[in-house]
């Protein structure tokens, strides 16, 4: 059945239900000329009314409820969800490395790829470019336009058994809005405290129902500044510094004594580098023993310069009475730019000859160092990202039930280009013959077209280097990914038998699903050419998956329901095949009291890039031997042999509503994973064979040197548990005069985190950072306190969020580093918990004018008080995977509907 009266998207905004409760199919209130419709909740392939209490945790966040947060993009919305931890939506190359401009979700830090994400009810393809541990997740700010969102659902347990391998940890699904008739327009404006960090934002929708069907359109554009760390430096230098510098140090072979690292005889501190003396001073008369550090921190940026355009249409016609047509088409173009160092660290340890002109060593010594360091200009990397979605999908209605057939095709191609420098190109250079003139062949060291590279620090004053030099040696590494979705999928639904309850509701159906996924590096890095950045040979691979799917809906009494699903899936080759059953189950005690409880099985297979692909990514880390901090590379390849991760989840949950108004949810919840698929953790790899040279890379002496490289894979790890609770709440409070008040609170409690390093160990990492181990960050508690105030065309609401403070297993609390995950004082540092206060006023002005027209003006702000993050004492100065680096966001909106 239709809806038969269009309610305003725009008078939505103001209307005093803002806040979805777990249990509720929608959140807005239904007028009471509409009739109810039958939907199906994300969760089951069986229709249900829309005021049905799921068996399973389902929580639904509506658009008023996201306006109300004043997000503009998914991403502000996932991050102020207190189910959702370790999300990697802040762009910094430390955590990020090849993927800014993108956002994803985390439900319980169980990963970025064990969450599925639907858009109404349907795949969507993952980004073809992994995070830095190799994972390919949805790419949620390539989703939809903001506008276009009607809700939000979450299905908080695992929900394998009836949506396949990725849904682990849950499913987040995207509903659009239906049927939606007339136009709207909504402008975007926040500013930043810091920098020159802005944002705008601009989406038009538009729809018109005929008598056969619906068309509607969505677009939105966003422009955001950046905000560089040194507009809000959170980190001390020390924090952000390398031992590869320039002014940089030089390995030199001293007879009877050995190779010993120098530093610049020509200058350190005096050109902006920070000495770090390894012997006394004057331990070699005119030579200081140690290395020149390059604080490279103020290069880098905390929000990238981004620039997205996404377009979404759908379309639905009615064939017959029967039967209904429904296709959509997405497309997303993201831009970004992050900031970057001047040149990376060279890590081929480049042999200065002792003819060079300008060595003052006079025998041959080995750079320890970067081409360009301070003084220079900053060299950004580049992210462009292309997504497209199509779906066509019929649907009919059957005497007692409905049936679906639906194909959807997404691509997204996602380009990475970053500059670094070419190593026979630089040792040319360094031997006289550099220049893209200059013939190595023929040419003449130092004379005509052919150039020496100074790398000494007299390169600052008396032997500057021409552009023309370092031009001929710096390169750019282009990596060109491709992921590939085609799902052809079909079911039936219907009634087959009475029970005391209702009609019991059986849903069957097949899906075949095909995912590729490509990278083609170019040939410069296909061939190993760069000094810092790892090439990789192109790769190109697919899954093929065949899966069958059944689910009964009991209706046993009027207050007993129950839900069994399994899912049979067939990946075929060395994977192989996985059943997945899930038992829930729904009991209404009283008309204010409620029970529910679930169990589910899920099994993630090793996805293409984790078997076949490779990366490398930049890390801090704390070198054992050395006993000191080393911004490292870390490389990463494929591993064959992985063997899919199977995991157990538990929920255990109740609903109780003591008076009127008043709803309180609890829910208890536990994950178990085995052979869980993960990167090795290079802090763990270097902590446990920090002399292996297969494993860890050094400057100089190849078991005491500085670390240049950690080499890791991906692996199966032993297990990991976690468990906790949610609540929910909200009390609607009506007054005579001063309109309606509703206070509500979401929090997320972690009991459990434990896990099963291959190098750390038995790890109990609930309220840790877990740096020295493959876990996430893991405060354990976060809430949400809120209040909504309505009255007439006035609303107003503010937001306390909290972060409760956890362990930092990279530092100790007397200052000093835990120098193989262990400190003296048997304590770490503790990361201080994090309050902020955000807020928003609206005015409905349309109302309040009398105009034919919705017009709502909102303003408000993100963390008003500007707290700074939580200082860690690591790169970039606080943790980018639980806290927000911007400060206070001053924001205005105004939403027109015609």
């Not at 008369?285 to 140690?290: C, K, N, Q, T």
Request: glycine share 10%; net charge negative.
């Amino acid at each position: 059945m239709k809806i038969k009266t269009r309610i305003s998207a725009i008078a939505a905004i103001v209307s005093t239900q803002f806040l979805a409760m777990p249990n509720l199919a929608v959140a807005q209130e239904q007028q009471a000329d509409e009739e109810v419709e039958l939907i199906m909740v994300t969760g089951s392939f069986v229709r249900r009314s829309e005021n049905f209490e799921s068996p399973s945790p389902l929580a639904v966040i509506d658009s008023v409820a996201i306006d109300a947060i004043g997000a503009k993009n998914i991403a502000d919305i996932t991050q102020t969800l207190t189910i959702n931890s370790g999300a990697e939506n802040n762009p910094d190359a430390f955590t990020q490395n090849a993927t800014a401009g993108t956002s994803n979700i985390n439900l319980r830090g169980l990963g970025v790829a064990s969450t599925l994400v639907l858009l109404n009810n349907r795949r969507q393809v993952v980004n073809s470019q992994p995070t830095n541990d190799g994972l390919n997740f949805v790419d949620t700010s390539s989703l939809v336009p903001m506008i276009a969102i009607n809700r939000m659902e979450v299905v908080k347990d695992g929900a394998s058994a009836l949506y396949g391998s990725d849904a682990v940890a849950g499913v987040v699904n995207f509903i659009t809005k239906r049927n939606y008739e007339g136009a709207m327009m909504s402008f975007d404006y926040q500013d930043g405290a810091h920098g020159d960090n802005k944002e705008y934002v601009v989406q038009g929708l538009w729809g018109a129902n005929g008598d056969k069907g619906n068309i509607m359109a969505a677009v939105s554009y966003t422009n955001r500044s950046p905000l560089f760390i040194s507009d809000r430096r959170l980190s001390r230098p020390e924090d952000d510094t390398s031992a590869l510098g320039n002014p940089g140090s030089y390995f030199l072979t001293i007879p009877g004594v050995g190779t010993l690292p120098i530093i610049d005889p020509y200058g350190c501190e005096e050109f902006g580098g920070y000495p770090d003396l390894r012997a006394p001073s004057g331990t070699i008369p005119g030579l200081e023993i140690g290395l020149c550090g390059f604080d490279f921190g103020p290069y880098y940026s905390y929000v990238a310069d981004e620039s997205r355009t996404n377009i979404y249409a759908q379309g639905t016609y009615q064939i017959t009475d029967e039967i209904m047509w429904t296709t959509e088409f997405g497309y997303a173009r993201n831009r970004a730019e992050r900031g970057g160092a001047p040149s990376f660290p060279i890590l081929t340890s480049p042999i200065v000859p002792a003819d060079h002109p300008q060595n003052p060593f006079g025998a041959p010594v080995a750079f320890f160092g970067r081409a360009e360091g301070n003084g220079f200009d900053g060299d950004p990397a580049q992210t462009e990202s292309d997504t497209f979605r199509f779906n066509t999908a019929l649907q009919g209605e059957l005497e007692n039930g409905f049936w679906e057939v639906s194909y959807t095709r997404a691509v997204n191609d996602f380009l990475f280009k970053v500059p670094d420098v070419l190593n026979t190109e630089f040792n040319l250079a360094l031997n006289g013959l550099g220049g893209g003139q200059c013939n190595p062949l023929t040419g003449t060291p130092g004379e005509g077209d052919c150039e020496y590279f100074n790398p000494f620090a007299n390169s600052y004053t008396t032997a500057p280097n021409s552009q023309y030099v370092v031009d001929s040696f710096t390169g750019e590494q282009v990596i060109d990914s491709k992921s590939d979705l085609e799902v052809f999928e079909g079911f039936a639904s219907f009634e087959a038998f009475e029970l005391d309850g209702g009609a019991v509701g059986i849903a069957l159906g097949v899906q075949y699903r095909e995912e590729q996924l490509s990278q083609d590096y170019d040939s410069l890095a296909n061939q190993d050419s760069f000094t810092f950045v790892i090439g990789n040979p192109d790769f190109d691979g697919s899954l093929d998956v065949w899966a069958m799917f059944g689910e009964l809906a009991l209706p046993v009494t009027e207050d007993l329901d129950i839900q069994i699903a399994l899912r049979y899936e067939d990946y075929g080759g060395t994977i192989g095949d996985t059943l997945d059953p899930k038992l829930a189950v729904s009991y209404r005690v009283s008309d204010t009291f409620s029970l529910r409880g679930s169990i589910s099985t899920s099994f993630r297979a090793p996805t293409v890039f984790l078997r076949n692909g490779g990366a490398t990514s930049l890390q801090q880390l704390v070198d054992p031997v050395q006993e000191a901090q080393a911004f490292a590379a870390v490389r990463t390849s494929g591993n064959e042999d992985l063997t899919p991760e199977e995991s157990t989840a538990y929920n255990l949950g109740v609903s109780f509503e003591p008076i009127d108004d008043l709803s309180i949810e609890v829910d208890y919840w536990t994950f178990e994973f085995d052979n869980l698929i993960i990167q090795e953790n290079a802090q763990a790899v270097l902590n446990a064979d920090a002399t292996n040279p297969d494993r860890v890379v050094r400057a100089g002496d190849p078991l005491t040197g500085p670390v240049l490289q950690v080499n890791n894979t991906y692996v199966n790890a032993s297990s990991l548990e976690t468990s906790g609770l949610d609540i929910v709440g909200s009390y609607k409070i009506e007054t005579d005069n001063a309109g309606t008040f509703t206070p509500s609170i979401n929090a997320t409690y972690i009991t459990k985190y434990d896990l099963d390093d291959p190098q750390a160990g038995m790890i109990d990492g609930a309220g840790r950072r877990n740096f020295n181990n493959i876990g996430v960050s893991s405060p354990e508690l976060r809430m949400n306190v809120g209040l909504h105030w309505n009255t007439g065309v006035h609303a107003a609401n503010v937001f306390v969020r909290y972060i409760s403070g956890y362990d930092d297993d990279q530092n100790c609390s007397d200052g000093t580093l835990a120098t193989g995950g262990e400190c003296a004082t048997n304590s770490y540092y503790e990361v201080d918990s994090h309050v902020t206060i955000d807020a928003q006023y609206n005015l409905d002005l349309g109302s309040m004018l009398e105009t034919d027209m919705s017009y709502v003006l909102s303003i408000g702000g993100i963390n008003l008080m500007d707290e700074e993050p939580p200082q860690l004492f690591t790169n970039s100065g606080f943790d980018s995977k639980v806290h927000d680096p911007r400060g206070r966001q001053i924001y205005a909106r105004l939403a027109v509907e015609f």
